[in-house]
């Protein structure tokens, strides 16, 4: 193999495209080629700072939702096909009002009233869903440029006693880039009108927040499942404080995040 | 026996029926619409913002996308969702490539899109190697990505920021894998070459 072909091939090693047979044939010529070496290393590090950039684009809430509009929403076309009265449901305005109680920040006042608005026509049906609607919104909310974490760093005990005096409760903040996802940092945030913590993860180029509120004593022992708007929703209940994780990223790796994290806050019998 | 014709109450009552039954497959089938594209919008988003540079053209590009797609669902028997939007997305972006292109009065002969694209740095093929790449922030890789010529740039977006596998860009932009390897290698070269010069000029 000469330069200009490991130049092409080079690239397939990186992203895993090559079969065993020629990745070892590309290694075998970039051992003994400085140049290749050199290339290598760059092209590794630049995928690394694009990786670590996050550059995907987030569509905004506005066009979220006039794509939402094109899909016949299910209520609504049975409701005109029996030409019965729509059932009722909570007004947007309401939900609105209970996020302007809960006291936003000002700048997350307007976005979170759109998301509210968003997620309202779907969940309507007991406050379970109501909740998980507004861990959604706060979710979508945080993805605004500039209010992802009000404390920026992956150091748990940074994050940790940056939450201190601003909280009723000691949330756990938990560490799992050794596990595959990095803590990236914290935040105030509001969940169903109580102030919670949100604790941000990043799995590759997704966002997974972790909201820890008091107890509201509708708990759940066991992690309950949702899945709205493209968006993963765990939720569980563990000494007295509940948790929700919501992220985009599939529901087998969010499921993978709670037992990693759960794990973790479990005391382990043995010193293993 | 009545016929169905002579009995307004009848016909009222089968038409009443007949619609409440496709009303009910109109919303299974946007149910599973929703759960089957929904979440790739922040993916064809990106690749939207990414391939025609411009916020409203990608809103209307995202949307036109998801109109078609909605259209064709009935007919999708696979590939796997994410790159059939994406597949979507840049005929859509294409058209409007051509309308732009005819809304610029150029001479008939003239070569389309790509030309004033040409980043005005050049790969330097004799340049020394180094491993070294400095850091730069997201907003200027963000130029430096949207820089690059078409083809280069969506071979990137796709592998790099979409993170598709070479058989899924392969599909996409609708040219065989050997292709989508060798534009990548390019692409890439180019990128770091305007990065390279990038933190020259920045320091």
């Known amino acids: 193999m000469n330069c200009s072909e490991a130049e092409i091939l080079i690239h397939a090693l990186l992203d895993n495209e090559l079969d065993a047979g020629h990745a070892c044939e ?21 995928r690394q700072s694009m990786a670590e950039a996050n550059l995907k684009e987030a569509a905004p809430l506005y066009l979220r939702e006039r794509i939402e509009a094109l899909v016949p929403a299910p209520s609504s076309a049975a409701a005109t096909a029996a030409s019965e009265a729509p059932a009722p449901r909570i007004a947007p305005w309401r939900i609105s009002r209970r996020f302007f109680a809960g006291g936003f920040a000002t700048g997350a006042v307007f976005s979170g009233a759109i998301a509210a608005t968003l997620v309202v026509g779907v969940f309507r049906s007991d406050e379970d869903r109501l909740i998980t609607g507004e861990v959604i919104s706060a979710h979508m909310r945080s993805l605004q440029p500039g209010h992802l974490t009000d404390v920026e760093t992956s150091d748990q005990h940074t994050v940790k006693p940056w939450f201190n005096g601003k909280l009723d409760m000691a949330p756990p903040v938990i560490d799992l880039t050794a596990q595959g996802f990095t803590l990236i940092g914290g935040r105030l945030d509001d969940v169903n009108g109580e102030t919670a913590a949100a604790i941000v993860y990043r799995r590759r180029n997704h966002v997974i927040n972790l909201f820890v509120a008091r107890e509201s004593g509708s708990g759940h022992e066991t992690i309950a499942s949702y899945n ?33 994290l759960v794990a973790a806050l479990t005391p382990a019998p043995s010193r293993s | ?39 790739h919008l922040d993916d064809v988003y990106t690749l939207a913002r990414y391939l025609l540079r411009d916020k409203a053209d990608a809103d209307d590009a995202v949307q ?69 790449i400095r850091h730069c922030d997201g907003e200027t890789i963000r130029r430096l990505v949207a820089a690059l010529p078409p083809a280069f740039r969506e071979a990137v977006v796709l592998r790099d920021i979409n993170n598709l596998s070479y058989c899924d860009i392969a599909e996409v932009a609708g040219v065989p894998v050997g292709t989508v390897m060798s534009r990548l290698a390019r692409a890439r070269s180019m990128l770091r070459a305007a990065w390279n010069a990038e933190e020259g000029t920045a320091s």
């Open chain 2, 1 to 39: 026996m009545l016929d169905r014709a002579q009995s307004p109450a009848l016909t009222g009552l089968w038409a009443a029926k007949h619609t409440t039954m496709s009303a009910e497959t109109d919303a299974e089938r946007g149910r599973r619409f929703r759960e089957a594209a929904l979440p």
């Open chain 2, 64 to 132: 036109e996308c998801y109109l078609r797609a909605l259209r064709h669902f009935d007919s999708y028997r696979g590939p796997a969702m994410k790159p059939w939007l994406l597949a979507i997305l840049r005929n859509v972006c294409n058209a409007e490539f051509a309308r732009r292109a005819a809304q610029r009065t150029t001479p008939a002969d003239a070569p389309q899109e790509p030309v004033n694209d040409e980043p005005l740095w050049q790969e330097p093929q004799a340049s020394p190697e180094t491993e070294l």
């Open chain 1, 26 to 46: 590309v290694e075998a010529h970039i051992s003994g080629c400085a140049d290749c070496t050199k290339r290598l290393a760059a092209f590794r590090s630049m």
């Open chain 1, 228 to 260: 709205r708007h493209g968006f993963n929703v765990r939720q569980w209940t563990k000494d007295g404080l509940d948790f929700w994780a919501v992220s985009d990223i599939n529901g087998a790796e969010l499921d993978e995040f709670c037992q990693k």
